[in-house]
């Protein structure tokens, strides 16, 4: 199994910054390890599913993303709860409870060697009908987890990564569960990032069908203004993240007032500066959205170092003696 003992992520405070494989060109399909599936771990290269489950055809599936911290995963309840929610939102139960999923999770996580790693829970119907409605077919879940110490490289983090406003936009709740981690709502995630990475940009920014600023394909945003407050979108068409919702506290700890409120394509231009959130990503610093830069200041660096105390990472010469 992979040396987890070295995959640490960005860390301030004077810690030298490691340049790591954040990410990997091995096939997913085929590594080393053991996957939960419904109910059993098994053999990594032996978790399949049927060309005709309707997941593939209807998207009927929704995930999880977390991360496991020194050997505990990060909120891991908080994201077994919003995994069943998410169930629900599509109109059928997980077979298994909180606790159960929970108890995967780490027994996953520990047969797999992991400490510092990506959870990925997933479910989905299967295969005993093929068409729109599809009320008798079997609901699988899944658990993979896999080390994965950064999503963007260390470099292009504290660099502030580069964003670029997509022609695609966030849908209305009125026409998709837009509060569920579905796993098709990513398809314009996909469809966004591979277009502003054709351009040379790490990450889209979405607007919301109404123009107004929504998130990235995979996380949340805040901006610094001049008035001193971190404003975020108000979440009511996408997903009000986890990781959104622990860095607000953290702000708040600070005395820093958060604003959640419409903001508007115009208002990027006075905004000095800009972070995004979530489990993948963590606090990554932006240095560019279209035309505007940005330079990452002090509560940028702040939520950073905040963050990483609170999900509970290794300083740098803990990280090297593991």
């Given at each position: 199994?992979?040396?987890?003992?070295?995959?640490?992520?960005?860390?301030?405070?004077?810690?030298?910054?490691?340049?790591?494989?954040?990410?990997?060109?091995?096939?997913?399909?085929d590594?080393?390890?053991?996957?939960?599936?419904?109910g059993?771990?098994?053999?990594?290269?032996d978790?399949?599913?049927?060309?005709?489950?309707?997941?593939?055809?209807?998207?009927?599936?929704?995930?999880?993303?977390?991360?496991?911290?020194?050997?505990?995963?990060?909120?891991l309840?908080?994201?077994?709860?919003?995994?069943?929610?998410?169930?629900?939102?599509?109109?059928?139960?997980?077979?298994?409870?909180?606790?159960?999923?929970?108890?995967?999770c780490?027994?996953?996580?520990?047969?797999?060697?992991?400490?510092?790693?990506?959870?990925?829970p997933?479910?989905?119907?299967g295969?005993?009908?093929?068409?729109?409605?599809?009320?008798?077919?079997?609901?699988?879940?899944?658990?993979?987890?896999?080390?994965?110490?950064?999503?963007?490289?260390?470099e292009?983090?504290?660099?502030?990564?580069?964003?670029?406003?997509?022609?695609?936009?966030?849908?209305?709740?009125?026409?998709?569960?837009?509060?569920?981690?579905?796993?098709g709502?990513?398809?314009?995630?996909?469809?966004?990032?591979?277009?502003?990475?054709s351009?040379?940009?790490?990450?889209?920014l979405?607007?919301?069908?109404?123009?107004?600023?929504?998130?990235?394909?995979?996380?949340?945003?805040?901006?610094?203004?001049?008035?001193?407050?971190?404003?975020?979108p108000?979440?009511?068409?996408?997903?009000?993240?986890?990781t959104?919702?622990?860095?607000?506290?953290?702000?708040?700890?600070?005395?820093?007032?958060?604003?959640?409120?419409?903001?508007?394509?115009?208002?990027?231009?006075?905004?000095?500066?800009v972070?995004?959130?979530?489990?993948?990503?963590?606090?990554?610093?932006?240095?560019?959205?279209?035309?505007?830069?940005?330079?990452?200041?002090?509560?940028?660096?702040?939520?950073?170092?905040?963050?990483?105390?609170?999900?509970?990472?290794?300083?740098?010469?803990?990280?090297?003696?593991?």
């Amino acid at each position: 199994m992979p040396d987890n003992g070295t995959q640490r992520n960005i860390l301030l405070g004077g810690h030298k910054l490691k340049k790591e494989c954040f990410m990997t060109s091995t096939s997913f399909e085929d590594r080393d390890g053991q996957i939960w599936h419904n109910g059993k771990l098994g053999p990594w290269r032996d978790a399949r599913l049927h060309v005709l489950s309707h997941a593939l055809h209807y998207a009927s599936c929704v995930f999880e993303g977390e991360r496991a911290y020194a050997g505990k995963i990060f909120k891991l309840t908080e994201h077994s709860e919003r995994f069943a929610v998410s169930a629900r939102t599509l109109g059928f139960e997980l077979p298994y409870s909180v606790a159960e999923i929970d108890a995967a999770c780490n027994e996953t996580c520990e047969a797999n060697g992991i400490v510092d790693g990506y959870v990925r829970p997933v479910a989905w119907r299967g295969s005993e009908m093929m068409g729109v409605s599809a009320q008798d077919t079997r609901i699988h879940v899944a658990i993979a987890t896999w080390p994965w110490p950064s999503y963007f490289s260390p470099e292009a983090r504290m660099k502030g990564i580069r964003l670029k406003t997509s022609s695609w936009r966030r849908p209305t709740p009125e026409t998709a569960p837009v509060h569920a981690k579905a796993a098709g709502l990513y398809m314009i995630c996909t469809l966004s990032r591979h277009e502003v990475e054709s351009q040379g940009y790490d990450d889209a920014l979405m607007l919301d069908w109404r123009g107004q600023v929504a998130e990235t394909t995979g996380a949340n945003i805040f901006m610094l203004m001049g008035d001193g407050k971190l404003h975020t979108p108000t979440p009511d068409c996408f997903l009000n993240g986890i990781t959104r919702r622990t860095v607000i506290d953290l702000a708040k700890a600070r005395g820093i007032e958060v604003v959640e409120r419409v903001i508007m394509p115009g208002e990027l231009a006075q905004a000095s500066e800009v972070f995004i959130t979530g489990t993948a990503v963590e606090v990554t610093p932006v240095g560019e959205i279209d035309d505007h830069r940005y330079t990452p200041g002090d509560v940028t660096l702040a939520m950073m170092e905040d963050y990483e105390k609170a999900v509970g990472k290794q300083p740098e010469s803990a990280a090297s003696a593991a």
